[in-house]
């Protein structure tokens, strides 16, 4: 499995880090199941870099081991990019969690693919996948429809106000 660690290793003269990748390195030559991890490494100067390290056993046709191979790859830009997304999803959930506005993507045919803060008594589980024709009173489908086709076949945003409500 994955592990991972907290800050610490050293690191030789072009600042590549040694130390969690001996350890993949090591097991794999012991020839145990390949080792991975991802660890926050400090340059020696001063920059905090992620990084992940694979290794794995290598073995004849016989099975028998003849030795490892390790990769080290910078993943810090990754890592980085990860950490501001789920801090901006965070911000988007503390600010529409309370609002009255759902929020959704439906594909070409119109199924909900995502719906955020789902109303008329919906939940995620019960919109995805669906259409308007499978959650609304027929007589609200085409307006709905049509205003969400208006967009689409525009390329521009549609502005209107709908009635909606949901069978019974």
């Given at each position: ?94 600010a529409l ?64 106000e709908v ?6």
């Amino acid at each position: 499995g994955l592990e991972s660690d907290p800050v610490g290793a050293s690191w030789d003269a072009r600042g590549e880090p040694i130390a969690k990748s001996r350890y993949a390195l090591m097991r794999a030559l012991r020839g145990e199941q390949a080792a991975e991890l991802e660890a926050l490494y400090q340059a020696p100067d001063g920059r905090r870099l992620w990084i992940h390290v694979a290794a794995e056993p290598m073995r004849d046709e016989a099975g028998v081991l003849t030795g490892a191979v390790c990769v080290v790859r910078d993943i810090d830009e990754e890592r980085r990019a990860e950490l501001a997304l789920r801090e901006s999803l965070e911000r988007f959930r503390v600010a529409l969690g309370n609002s009255p506005t759902a929020v959704f993507e439906q594909d070409r045919d119109l199924r909900y693919t995502w719906v955020y803060n789902p109303k008329l008594g919906l939940t995620v589980e019960s919109t995805i996948g669906r259409t308007e024709a499978e959650l609304l009173e027929p007589a609200y489908v085409a307006p709905v429809v049509a205003a969400k086709r208006r967009a689409m076949a525009t390329g521009r945003p549609v502005r209107e106000e709908v009635a909606a409500a949901r069978p019974g």
